[in-house]
């Protein structure tokens, strides 16, 4: 009844809409220069069309009476190179401001500025390795349920989690543990509900796309403000609230709902205001869903997030934002006996976890034009119960439990000056971290309470300049960390130079290398963890050390498709190895586990290296889309450091696809195709889990000598929007897995069992059949108002 009620409502939609004129709205948005200076009379026009407008004294511009859909945005100015933002959605309720931050053009001529569209870009200091994606390419990513981290999932040389469920960011044969992620600038340790402590995956992500302007990920040629990174630097950069007028959007999809608010405060009788706010809460719905088609799991979450943007005057801004979650898991035995969710049942973790993550942001631009400066202090803190059971049905005897609380406080400062060309950026960071844990293990034979706190510094600089006309760029920094808890690293030890080269050596050719040296502190679970006389075992730990070797050429076919081929070699030392495991902690962190909670060696060496090949089309002629293929190998030692074995991340090859097209009547058809090749994985330990059962454990002695097979999913979408004058509407339908191909996973086991439930004894384990090549179709609305 409630599906015919839906499609009702549809089709009262699609009538009423055949009955009535066109809408049309109006875009803004700022133009600016590199230092956030306003430009006037800068030209803002949409492409293919007569329709464009001048920005005012302070940069702003005004383009009325737009018909809502899909264009790209270009901006211009004598003496500026000429920017355009693809795929911009204008829609009657609820387009967001579009604005521009345009670089100076150097190469002149006769005193005339020679301009032209700006390319497929990407910074200086980071002239190869990075992808960048829109809010409106995030929002329509088939597949992904407007989850921002499962989009970036699917950028190139990114492998798919083992099984293809979860938000793991595996680059290039890196482990899940190795990147980084900041919000406005602002550090986030996890941004995933359900995560793995000591890494950050999990199944779902907490960032909510109606906050997104853009997302960028570095996977080589990481920028010297940022620290720990291994494998790569995922950044989310937020809009600020709309200055005019109060707005809303509701999203509901197969497995949420969200509900954010926008708008002025404090605007008075002003045609904008100077502060503005952005406001979300998501409330999930999967123990419903999954009580309905009868799986054990009741997984439960909220999240919500916020930002306040304040422009005290001309030169000086500053932000208020958080995220945060609250997530909550429990099982409920099914009515009829069926052995997989019986097995699932007995070993499900139960995970239980509260974060939040609070940050104030001070921007300055100096008044003389030479620059600007950014001062971020934030706290982020992570409580996480994980808990396994004898008898999960009924949560009696435990068997192992962690109950953990990570607290982080953060003060970041990085100061940009301009000069001769010259570009300067340099800062510090200093951290207050603070770790309890209490662990039961039961099997294990462990129990202990830890409880420790220090500090941890680093600073950083980094100069870049461009040289023939912008036919060269060059950029050189470095950083050093250090803290006040491990035992073996300072300062000068863990100085980290990277060096980044791009030259334009034909039109439209451009050969692009990169080299960098980058540390990573281990994880609190492996600093903390004591025995059972309390003595901390992993004080004489090491920095984590990765040395990154790429090169690349690159060609532009247009301003808005371009074609590069890269080759990378990424070595590792000093990486963390399992004593009780005899195994790198590489392969470990891809599942609902607590990495690190052990003792361990830094004596660990790794090397992951390939080539990796990308074609990118921003919207033209309706068309849009991104295809990579990356061939690599990733291996790490154990405790013996001259075997190296494959890890399991080595697929070998990975191919991705991601595109769109944009139909007439605002219908869109967008698919995601993403293969891996055959990936080793670590097989069970059948007798030693008979006799530790529940526990699953593994032979790790045996990585490597099995594969799983190919990986290979399509998800297609089909979005449909309609503009009204009240509100707009998009109704999308998806269907993942839509060849219907089964996603491989290593063998499960669970108990031997008669057909009425009962155990054979004596008790033994027997290998699950499971069907993982379903088709699995949703839809979801989102309404703007």
Same mark, same amino acid.
């Given at each position: 009844?409630?599906?015919?009620?839906?499609?009702?409502?549809?089709? =009262?939609?699609?009538?009423?809409?055949? =009955?009535?004129?066109?809408?049309?709205?109006? *875009?803004?948005?700022?133009? =600016?220069? @590199?230092?956030?200076?306003?430009?006037?009379?800068?030209?803002?026009?949409?492409?293919?069309?007569?329709?464009?407008?001048?920005?005012?004294?302070?940069?702003?511009?005004?383009?009325?009476?737009?018909?809502?859909?899909?264009?790209?945005?270009?901006?211009? /100015? *004598?003496?500026?190179k000429t920017q355009t933002k693809f795929n911009i959605l204008v829609r009657s309720v609820g387009t967001p401001d579009y604005n521009f931050t345009l670089e100076e053009d150097t190469e002149v001529l006769d005193e005339v500025v020679v301009t032209e569209t700006n390319r497929i870009s990407r910074p200086k200091e980071t002239p190869l390795s990075t992808k960048s994606l829109s809010a409106v390419?995030?929002?329509?990513?088939?597949?992904?349920?407007?989850?921002?981290?499962?989009?970036?999932?699917?950028?190139?040389?990114?492998? $798919?989690?083992?099984?293809?469920?979860?938000?793991?960011?595996?680059?290039?044969?890196?482990?899940?543990?190795?990147?980084?992620?900041?919000?406005?600038?602002?550090?986030? $340790?996890? *941004?995933?509900?359900?995560?793995?402590?000591?890494?950050?995956?999990?199944?779902?992500?907490?960032? #909510?796309?109606? !906050? *997104?302007?853009?997302?960028?990920?570095?996977?080589?040629?990481?920028?010297?403000?940022?620290?720990?990174?291994?494998?790569?630097? +995922?950044?989310?950069?937020?809009?600020?609230?709309?200055?005019?007028?109060?707005?809303?959007?509701?999203?509901?999809?197969?497995?949420?709902?969200?509900?954010?608010?926008?708008?002025?405060?404090?605007?008075?009788? #002003?045609?904008?205001?100077?502060? =503005?706010? +952005?406001?979300?809460?998501?409330?999930?719905?999967?123990?419903?869903?999954?009580?309905?088609?009868?799986?054990?799991?009741?997984?439960?979450?909220?999240?919500?997030?916020?930002?306040?943007?304040?422009?005290?005057?001309? /030169?000086?801004?500053?932000?208020?934002?958080?995220?945060?979650?609250?997530?909550?898991?429990? +099982?409920?035995?099914?009515?009829?006996?069926?052995?997989?969710?019986?097995?699932?049942?007995?070993?499900?973790?139960?995970?239980?976890?509260?974060?939040?993550?609070?940050?104030?942001?001070?921007?300055?631009?100096? @008044?003389?034009?030479?620059?600007?400066?950014?001062?971020?202090?934030?706290?982020?803190?992570?409580?996480?119960?994980?808990?396994?059971?004898?008898?999960?049905?009924?949560?009696?005897?435990?068997?192992?439990?962690?109950?953990?609380?990570?607290?982080?406080?953060?003060?970041?400062?990085?100061?940009?000056?301009?000069?001769?060309?010259?570009?300067?950026?340099?800062?510090?960071?200093?951290? !207050?971290?603070?770790?309890?844990?209490?662990?039961?293990?039961?099997?294990?034979?462990?129990?202990?309470?830890?409880?420790?706190?220090?500090?941890?510094?680093?600073?950083?600089?980094?100069?870049?300049?461009?040289?023939?006309?912008?036919?060269?760029?060059?950029?050189?920094?470095?950083?050093?960390?250090?803290?006040?808890?491990?035992?073996?690293?300072?300062?000068?030890?863990?100085?980290?130079?990277?060096?980044? +080269?791009?030259?334009?050596?034909? @039109?439209?050719?451009?050969?692009?290398?990169?080299?960098?040296?980058? /540390?990573?502190?281990?994880?609190?679970?492996?600093?903390?963890?004591?025995?059972?006389?309390?003595?901390?075992? #992993?004080?004489?730990?090491?920095?984590?050390?990765?040395?990154?070797?790429?090169?690349?050429?690159?060609?532009?076919?247009?301003?808005?498709?371009?074609?590069?081929?890269?080759?990378?070699?990424?070595?590792?030392?000093?990486?963390?190895?399992?004593?009780?495991?005899?195994?790198?902690?590489?392969?470990?962190?891809?599942? !609902?586990?607590?990495?690190?909670?052990?003792?361990?060696?830094?004596?660990?060496?790794?090397?992951?290296?390939?080539?990796?090949?990308?074609?990118?089309? @921003?919207?033209?002629?309706?068309?849009?889309?991104?295809?990579? /293929?990356?061939?690599?190998?990733?291996?790490?030692?154990?405790?013996?450091?001259?075997?190296?074995?494959?890890?399991?991340?080595?697929?070998?090859?990975?191919?991705?696809?991601?595109?769109?097209?944009?139909?007439?009547?605002?219908?869109?058809?967008?698919?995601?195709?993403?293969?891996?090749?055959?990936?080793?994985?670590?097989?069970?330990?059948?007798?030693?889990?008979?006799?530790?059962?529940?526990?699953?454990?593994?032979?790790?002695?045996?990585?490597g000598e099995e594969k799983l097979a190919n990986f290979s999913q399509l998800d297609i979408r089909i979005d449909k929007k309609w503009n009204l004058k009240k509100f707009a509407l998009n109704v999308f339908f998806e269907a993942q897995n839509v060849l219907g191909q089964n996603i491989p996973q290593p063998t499960e086991y669970g108990l031997n069992r008669n057909p009425d439930g009962s155990i054979?004894?004596?008790?033994?384990?027997?290998?699950?059949?499971?069907?993982?090549?379903?088709?699995?179709?949703?839809?979801?609305?989102?309404?703007?108002?």
């Open positions: 009844m409630a599906i015919q009620r839906f499609f009702a409502f549809i089709l =009262t939609l699609l009538a009423f809409q055949l =009955t009535m004129a066109q809408v049309e709205t109006n *875009i803004y948005g700022t133009v =600016t220069d @590199k230092l956030g200076e306003p430009i006037p009379g800068a030209s803002v026009f949409l492409e293919g069309t007569q329709q464009g407008a001048q920005t005012d004294m302070d940069g702003k511009y005004v383009i009325k009476n737009v018909s809502p859909g899909s264009y790209n945005l270009i901006a211009s /100015y *004598i003496g500026f390419e995030i929002a329509t990513y088939p597949g992904s349920n407007n989850d921002v981290v499962q989009v970036a999932q699917s950028l190139p040389g990114v492998s $798919p989690s083992i099984g293809g469920f979860r938000n793991d960011l595996i680059i290039r044969g890196g482990a899940p543990n190795e990147t980084v992620y900041y919000l406005d600038g602002m550090e986030i $340790p996890n *941004i995933n509900h359900f995560s793995t402590q000591g890494s950050a995956g999990g199944p779902v992500g907490m960032v #909510n796309v109606s !906050f *997104i302007e853009d997302v960028t990920l570095s996977t080589s040629a990481f920028g010297a403000r940022y620290d720990n990174p291994l494998s790569g630097v +995922l950044q989310f950069r937020q809009r600020n609230g709309n200055a005019r007028q109060f707005r809303g959007n509701f999203r509901v999809s197969a497995s949420e709902a969200a509900l954010t608010f926008e708008g002025p405060l404090f605007k008075g009788n #002003n045609d904008e205001s100077k502060t =503005t706010f +952005l406001a979300s809460v998501r409330r999930s719905y999967l123990q419903f869903l999954f009580s309905v088609i009868g799986l054990p799991f009741r997984p439960s979450y909220w999240d919500y997030q916020y930002k306040v943007n304040h422009k005290i005057d001309a /030169y000086n801004e500053i932000s208020f934002i958080g995220l945060g979650s609250i997530d909550d898991f429990t +099982l409920e035995a099914p009515e009829e006996f069926d052995e997989n969710q019986q097995a699932a049942l007995e070993q499900a973790p139960f995970i239980n976890q509260r974060t939040n993550a609070i940050g104030v942001t001070w921007r300055k631009r100096f @008044k003389d034009g030479t620059g600007f400066m950014e001062t971020t202090l934030s706290n982020n803190v992570l409580n996480n119960e994980f808990t396994r059971y004898e008898d999960s049905e009924n949560e009696e005897g435990v068997l192992f439990n962690n109950d953990a609380v990570e607290s982080e406080t953060k003060l970041r400062y990085a100061m940009t000056n301009f000069f001769n060309g010259w570009k300067l950026t340099s800062g510090f960071n200093a951290q !207050f971290s603070d770790y309890e844990n209490s662990t039961i293990d039961v099997n294990g034979g462990l129990q202990f309470d830890t409880n420790i706190n220090f500090f941890k510094y680093g600073l950083f600089s980094n100069l870049t300049k461009s040289f023939f006309n912008d036919k060269l760029d060059v950029s050189f920094g470095f950083r050093m960390d250090d803290d006040t808890f491990t035992e073996n690293d300072d300062l000068l030890s863990t100085f980290s130079p990277r060096l980044a +080269l791009s030259y334009e050596f034909v @039109k439209n050719w451009r050969l692009n290398g990169s080299l960098g040296r980058y /540390y990573k502190i281990p994880p609190y679970t492996i600093l903390g963890f004591r025995d059972n006389t309390g003595n901390l075992l #992993n004080k004489d730990v090491d920095y984590t050390l990765s040395d990154h070797y790429v090169l690349g050429v690159e060609h532009y076919f247009s301003p808005s498709a371009t074609i590069s081929v890269e080759g990378f070699y990424k070595r590792y030392d000093d990486y963390p190895v399992s004593v009780v495991d005899g195994v790198s902690l590489a392969n470990k962190g891809g599942g !609902f586990e607590v990495l690190g909670s052990e003792d361990v060696v830094t004596n660990g060496q790794g090397r992951s290296y390939g080539a990796e090949l990308q074609f990118q089309q @921003k919207l033209t002629d309706n068309f849009y889309g991104i295809f990579a /293929y990356t061939w690599f190998f990733s291996e790490f030692t154990g405790l013996d450091s001259d075997e190296y074995l494959p890890s399991v991340w080595d697929s070998r090859h990975l191919i991705s696809f991601t595109g769109g097209y944009k139909f007439g009547r605002n219908w869109e058809f967008s698919s995601r195709y993403r293969f891996a090749g055959r990936t080793p994985f670590v097989p069970t330990d059948v007798e030693a889990t008979l006799e530790r059962y529940p526990e699953v454990v593994l032979d790790y002695d045996r990585l054979v004894e004596p008790r033994s384990l027997v290998a699950l059949d499971s069907d993982t090549g379903q088709p699995i179709p949703s839809i979801g609305i989102v309404v703007d108002f």
